[in-house]
């Protein structure tokens, strides 16, 4: 029988109409056992949207059929709040017409749940509005705090940038013979020796030719030439020379040191280009986030519906089915609520790994034994499987180590066309026992081996049908780093994938080698 969630958000403020008391009362104990603390329950819609904005709920279970104001009138009343004042609305209806169920959604509403309200779906249902709302208001106050810190960090910008523009610029006077007749302190800190001149701060052969055409060419008309320059402490600087001749023929020079505004444009330049990648890593996580909600609640759904339907069946049909047909609908029913075991356990298991209490209890294995055991319970969906296994004693969890084996097959029938054979290999190397779960799909492209096994990261060759979680290969790696081994992909030659995992081996082996094969 699959648990119910406990409350992830205890102290979020549920906000309940219904015109129906019980089902209000009932709702309000339902979410209480389960570990929400704020419940308020109204039978009356308008008493409770005078209370809205003092509530400022998180979440708002709503009846759609009410004798004062249905609800399609609060939800109307809900949507038109602030954004951040809007809490998701699920709407709760005993009709179950299609038009309702599209006309409340086009309206606003963020789910759907029809009477009577089963008690896991209600829970499922309430967790993941919950979670959606704390994820939108964290990404908003990240939002908040990227902007100030564009802001400010544009504000320091724009302050260097207007203290180099006011500071005075380096200026050197030339006599008609190029000599250095005045040099103001900034210049005096580019030139190396004011009696050399200007042209010996130029150490490029052409730079130094091409300025002292334009200085025997100085007229009243401005003329500018960038060089480097070479100052007094042997620095290099890039500098816009500008040349004007005046009326005494005098050559006034201008250094503008352009060094500095390169530098300040090119950090303008490197920070704009973090708060952009600051900014596409936040869509990526939210576009993450996204997909991973869609394919848990595919992969939660399909199964639940499943149980749902069958329980239905033995509870209005037991007396009348036959003994065959009672024991088909039983293991069904099993089967579902074991897949739904599963995934709970893998959610559970990646929420521990990522906080760090996730432990092992190891002993000793034979580590063949394991991967045959794991192959019996995966589902090869029409994939014949060859195992090639030398014997090897580790010292592992098995239960751990088996999920391990069968997540990586199960990896390898989703990313390959039914038909396609799956060979897993064990083998002894020095002091590790190495498996190789060998695909010939269409392999993992080189940009995304370094994050395959992250959490929620999907292949590329996912069938719509077919999503998967992202999280099977984080399980894989987080399961195997626990053991001290590590976990990596790598193309198989002639095409396809080979995913690896490695974990250290006890001493002494086994009897005998393994060799099998298994249709799909």
């Known amino acids: 029988m699959t648990s119910t969630p406990r409350a992830e958000w205890p102290d979020a403020c549920i906000l309940v109409i219904d015109d129906e008391p019980l089902i209000c009362r009932v709702l309000e104990q339902v979410l209480q056992a389960h570990g929400y603390e704020r419940i308020a329950t109204f039978t009356d819609p308008l008493a409770?949207?005078?209370?809205?904005?003092?509530?400022?709920?998180?979440?708002?279970?709503?009846?759609?059929?009410?004798?004062?104001?249905?609800?399609?009138?609060?939800?109307?009343?809900?949507v038109q709040r602030p954004v951040e004042q809007r809490a998701p609305v699920i709407i709760m209806t005993g009709g179950g017409r299609l038009e309702d169920t599209h006309r409340t959604l086009g309206l606003g509403a963020a789910d759907f749940l029809h009477k009577p309200v089963d008690t896991t779906e209600l829970l499922l249902r309430v967790r993941h509005q919950l979670r959606e709302r704390r994820l939108r208001q964290e990404l908003a106050r990240?939002?908040?705090?990227?902007?100030?810190?564009?802001?400010?960090r544009a504000g320091e910008l724009a302050l260097l940038s207007r203290v180099l523009d006011e500071m005075p610029l380096p200026a050197v006077v030339l006599t008609p013979d190029h000599r250095v007749r005045f040099a103001n302190s900034r210049a005096s800190e580019l030139l190396p020796d004011e009696g050399a001149g200007l042209l010996a701060a130029i150490p490029d052969p052409h730079d130094r030719d091409q300025v002292a055409t334009k200085l025997g060419e100085a007229s009243a008309e401005p003329c500018e030439h960038t060089v480097r320059i070479v100052g007094s402490q042997g620095q290099r600087r890039r500098a816009r020379v500008e040349i004007q001749q005046a009326e005494d023929e005098l050559i006034t020079v201008l250094l503008h040191d352009i060094e500095e505004q390169e530098r300040a444009r090119e950090a303008l330049d490197r920070a704009l280009?973090?708060?952009?990648?600051?900014?596409?890593?936040?869509?990526?996580?939210?576009?993450?986030?996204?997909?991973?909600?869609t394919a848990v609640s595919h992969e939660l759904r399909t199964p639940l519906t499943v149980v749902l339907g069958l329980a239905e069946i033995l509870h209005r049909h037991d007396g009348e089915l036959e003994e065959a047909r009672r024991e088909d609908l039983l293991e069904r029913l099993?089967?579902?609520?074991?897949?739904?075991?599963?995934?709970?356990?893998?959610?559970?298991?990646?929420?521990?790994?990522a906080a760090g209490s996730r432990t092992v209890m190891t002993e000793q294995h034979e580590l063949s034994a394991l991967v045959l055991e794991a192959l019996e319970?995966?589902?090869?969906?029409?994939?014949?499987?060859?195992?090639?296994?030398?014997?090897?004693?580790?010292?592992?969890?098995?239960?751990?180590?088996?999920?391990?084996?069968?997540?990586?097959?199960?990896?390898?029938?989703?990313?390959?066309?039914?038909?396609?054979?799956?060979?897993v290999e064990l083998r002894r190397a020095?002091?590790?026992?190495?498996?190789?779960?060998?695909?010939r799909g269409p392999g993992v492209p080189d940009e995304l081996k370094a994050r395959i096994f992250d959490r929620f990261e999907q292949g590329t060759s996912v069938p719509s049908h077919k999503p998967g979680t992202g999280i099977g290969l984080a399980l894989v790696k987080g399961?195997?780093?626990?053991?001290?081994?590590?976990?990596?992909?790598?193309?198989?030659?002639?095409?396809?994938?080979?995913?690896?995992?490695?974990?250290?081996?006890?001493?002494?082996?086994?009897?005998?080698?393994?060799?099998t094969s298994q249709g799909g």
């Open 430 to 439: 020095d002091d590790a026992a190495r498996i190789a779960v060998i695909d």
């Open 142 to 152: 990240q939002n908040e705090r990227l902007e100030a810190l564009v802001e400010e």
């Open 334 to 353: 099993e089967g579902n609520a074991k897949e739904l075991g599963e995934l709970l356990d893998d959610l559970l298991d990646l929420n521990r790994l």
């Open 48 to 78: 409770a949207l005078e209370r809205y904005d003092e509530l400022r709920p998180d979440l708002l279970l709503l009846d759609l059929h009410m004798p004062q104001l249905d609800g399609t009138g609060v939800l109307h009343q809900v």
């Open 479 to 515: 399961f195997v780093e626990l053991h001290g081994g590590q976990a990596w992909v790598q193309d198989t030659p002639g095409g396809g994938a080979t995913f690896v995992v490695e974990l250290p081996a006890a001493n002494g082996v086994g009897r005998s080698h393994i060799r």
């Open 273 to 293: 280009s973090r708060e952009r990648a600051s900014v596409e890593r936040m869509r990526a996580l939210e576009e993450l986030r996204t997909n991973f909600l």
């Open 377 to 423: 319970e995966v589902d090869a969906d029409q994939h014949p499987v060859e195992v090639d296994a030398e014997p090897c004693d580790v010292k592992v969890e098995e239960v751990t180590i088996r999920r391990v084996v069968a997540n990586l097959v199960r990896n390898a029938t989703i990313h390959t066309p039914p038909g396609t054979q799956i060979r």
